[in-house]
């Protein structure tokens, strides 16, 4: 099974825990828990797109949305890690379209943890191929001991070529 000794787990097969909060600069265009469309195993996922139109086209505008997690005690002694599956359909190269994860450290500073553009998968390949899916573990030992957010963070940048499928988790 998943995540043995882990600190926290969560899928979205019965829409989205209560773990989670949402923001987003778009009414329209933000995360959300899907079921029925992309999902890595089950029917359920979270996704950031809009649902009228399959997309994460927003009438041409720029926007960005996270989902954040509710306070977590990180505990000292162990190799602590964030692991999730991701796939997208989005442009490629930098600087559009970043995704990156966040360590806010309760009380403390933000912290980039993880980056589409700059971050390699297994494997060791540094871009991503579209329309697959990608298991990311992020290694968050130097936050042990800490009460930190995790946080996922997609930002279009600019408000050209949104006519993707977006991101699923």
Known sequence: GCCENGVFAHDFE???PSFFALSATSANVKW???TGKQAKSGKGALWYGNLGSGTFDDNGAT??????SQPVDLPQGETLEFAFQLWMDTEMGPPYDALEVKVNVVGGKSYKVWDKHTDKLPGGANAFSM???YAVVVNLSAFAGKKVTLEILFDT????NNQFRGWYV
Do not use: E, M, Y
């Not at 926007?63 to 954040?68: A, E, I, L, N, P």
């Not at 940048?157 to 050209?160: Q, T, V």
């Open 131 to 133: 329309q697959k899916w």
């Open 157 to 160: 940048i600019d408000a050209l």
């Open 32 to 34: 959300q828990a899907v």
């Open 14 to 16: 019965s829409g989205l």
């Open 63 to 68: 926007h960005k949305g996270s989902v954040t």
